[in-house]
């Protein structure tokens, strides 16, 4: 009789249009595709009933999470080759075929696979209500990824707490790390924004406050930050009290869209510009654009997708960022400049991200076991996929992330600004200054 990895490849290779990518071996010890590279494993027959039930991305996903489809090897390696034979496939429906789903059903008949709809994995998954993007639909998204918890974060990152792209200055130098790497990103964006002593700065989405804290303490700037993670909110507070910055950092719980202060002489939104919404950018670049004063410095760093990558997808939407709305970096350069804003640069930073995700991945694997005792298995699993592929999403260019540099003109049409390149880590911090 043929194997149940035999008929399991052959059904893939069907959905795929050609050769099984990856080594398979099903849950009768059987196996079936390439000798060599990663192994998709699949250990019982739950895992293909998974996927009938939920046929697509979600239901592989659901597979791995619940254990019951694992990957021996390098789970981005396997993501990778997979990826590519569908894109060599070329566009598709995002569900199988109907020929699929009934090859796939008989199959399923055939391994004694079908049966009642299995348990959802243990992992939670975003629960939203209420009109898209409203202040209270927003806070729930928000704490569904960022509340997972401090402890987990506190694992996860450097000791600032950046979970955003870092600025690898020296990548690959023996004694340059993470923690490195973030400290240059934050020192980057402060000078891009050429804070100095009693600047105004907004921080829009401020996170565990590594920026708000960097630019108080460095830079001497008086930082306005808002955050819609409780969790967030009381961990920034009480590492202001703790170095002593009461009178130069405010942080609250509230919705950028609440915002009432203006004059600010800088504001930056780090990785926060995804949460807002397609509709909504508009009002949250014009927002931007009138909490500053004239001649007053933007910094967005933002994630973009490819012109023709559509981004997201089930996955990332049901277990790790809810509502997320993506666009190519050039939308989002005409949004800003039709608030007003004067975009003076922009500088990739997609290989950066790449790095970093690796870091995060080293640090999740290496400490496994603690991983998965702050939050279970299951959510481990779904952070390990994650990671995964979205270090690839960079490293292939599907995504990419960028600083967008951006000033509030004066009445006069005048920027403040050097008009030509100017040293970003020159060593006299003064020298990055503007008007």
Not at 23 to 29: C, E
Not at 361 to 370: A, G, I, S, V
Not at 377 to 397: D, H
Request: with cysteine.
């Amino acid at each position: 009789m043929t194997g149940a990895a035999d008929r399991l490849g052959r059904l893939v290779a069907a959905g795929l249009g050609g050769p099984l990518p990856v080594r398979l071996r099903a849950w009768d010890g059987t196996q079936a595709g390439p000798p060599d590279g990663p192994v998709v494993v699949m250990r019982s027959r739950r895992a293909l009933r998974r996927m009938l039930w939920q046929p697509g991305e979600l239901g592989v996903a659901e597979a791995y999470i619940a254990g019951d489809l694992d990957v021996e090897g390098d789970l981005a390696a396997g993501l990778s080759l997979v990826g590519r034979a569908m894109r060599d496939r070329g566009p598709g429906p995002a569900l199988p075929a109907p020929r699929v789903l009934a090859s796939a059903t008989l199959t399923a008949l055939m391994l004694g696979a079908v049966g009642p709809r299995p348990p959802a994995p243990a992992a939670p998954k975003a629960r939203l209500d209420g009109a898209l993007h409203s202040t209270s639909r927003d806070r729930a998204a928000i704490s569904h990824h960022y509340d997972l918890s401090n402890d987990w974060y506190r694992a996860l990152l450097d000791p600032s707490m950046a979970y955003s792209c870092a600025y690898w200055r020296a990548p690959g130098h023996p004694a340059y790390g993470l923690a490195d790497a973030q400290r240059d990103k934050l020192e980057l964006i402060c000078r891009k924004l050429a804070l100095a002593e009693g600047s105004r700065l907004l921080d829009v989405g401020c996170g565990w406050g590594s920026l708000s804290l960097y630019a108080a303490r460095e830079f001497g700037a008086r930082v306005t930050a808002v955050t819609l993670s409780r969790k967030q909110r009381d961990h920034v507070a009480a590492r202001v009290a703790a170095e002593g910055l009461e009178d130069r950092v405010d942080v609250s719980l509230r919705h950028y869209r609440d915002i009432d202060a203006s004059g600010f002489d800088a504001a930056c939104a780090i990785e926060m510009g995804e949460h807002v919404g397609d509709r909504e950018y508009p009002g949250f670049a014009a927002l931007l654009h009138d909490r500053l004063r004239p001649r007053g410095r933007l910094l967005v760093q933002q994630m973009s997708r490819g012109a023709t990558a559509p981004g997201g997808g089930a996955f990332i939407e049901t277990y790790i960022a809810p509502d997320m709305h993506m666009r190519p970096v050039g939308q989002t350069v005409d949004l800003l400049e039709a608030a007003g804003l004067e975009v003076r640069s922009v500088e990739s930073l997609r290989e950066h991200y790449a790095r970093t995700i690796d870091a995060w991945r080293r640090t999740l694997e290496d400490d496994w076991p603690r991983f998965t005792a702050l939050a279970g298995e299951a959510t481990a699993r779904v952070w390990r996929l994650y990671l995964a592929g979205a270090g690839l999403a960079f490293a292939e260019r599907r995504m990419g992330v960028d600083q967008i540099l951006a000033v509030r003109p004066d009445d006069a049409g005048g920027s403040g600004m050097p008009d030509t390149p100017w040293p970003w880590y020159a060593p006299d911090r003064e020298a990055v200054s503007g008007g």
